[in-house]
């Protein structure tokens, strides 16, 4: 069944990626520090107070796409081949998401921005709770079970490891097969 969408969600949403892309442009252009809110919702044609209804904050203009970061990070748990663990879905989903950036000029910009970058950091471990509660239901524990919260904990935070590294892929190979046979090393 389609979800029918009315005009008022429909204007929001227009809105919505206005702004953002009127800001990834502008930032792209210039520089984030160097662009003001005002500026952004001249260029979207919207009021400022329009702006802050719609994102919280300046760096919130640059990170759009939240919620769909959490919805494929689930996605990758819940929707993982039959033989494949969660700790390789997780793995194969970070590796994914690093790959896609090198070279990228929106990478280029969060990564040369102090706030930006700290932002960016903080809104991929604000999917924690999400990803425990997906690996607690894909391996039958409880939701609030402790190793599954310290699996979503270290997978989330490895993504900058492993996109820091000279080898990514080696990078995130040693990290998950850590991951999924325990801290051992005999």
């Known amino acids: 069944m389609t979800e029918v969408i009315g005009r008022r969600e429909r204007k929001k949403a227009q809105t919505r990626k206005a702004l953002a892309d009127a800001a990834l442009e502008l930032f792209l252009e210039r520089g984030f520090d160097q662009v003001g809110v005002k500026e952004v919702a001249d260029a979207a044609d919207v009021s400022v107070t329009t702006l802050f209804k719609h994102f919280p904050s300046k760096e919130a203009l640059v990170f ?10 689930v996605d990758a748990v819940r929707g993982r081949p039959p033989a494949h663990t969660i700790v390789d879905a997780l793995r194969k989903h970070i590796l994914v998401d690093v790959a896609a950036a ?20 903080r809104m991929w ?8 509660r997906a690996i607690a239901a894909e391996s039958g524990a409880p939701e609030n079970d ?6 979503a904990r270290f997978a989330l935070a490895s ?5 820091g590294h000279e080898n990514p892929r ?5 990290i998950f097969a850590r991951l999924e046979r325990g801290w051992r090393t005999e």
């Open 102 to 121: 090198p070279g990228d000029a929106f990478l280029r910009l969060t990564e040369s921005t102090p706030a930006l970058r700290e932002y960016g950091r």
């Open 125 to 132: 471990m604000r999917h924690e709770t999400a990803l425990a």
């Open 170 to 174: 080696r990078a995130a190979e040693e």
């Open 64 to 73: 759009d796409q939240e919620a769909d970061i959490e919805t494929a990070l």
């Open 146 to 151: 402790v190793a599954c919260a310290a699996l």
């Open 159 to 163: 993504r900058d490891l492993i996109a």
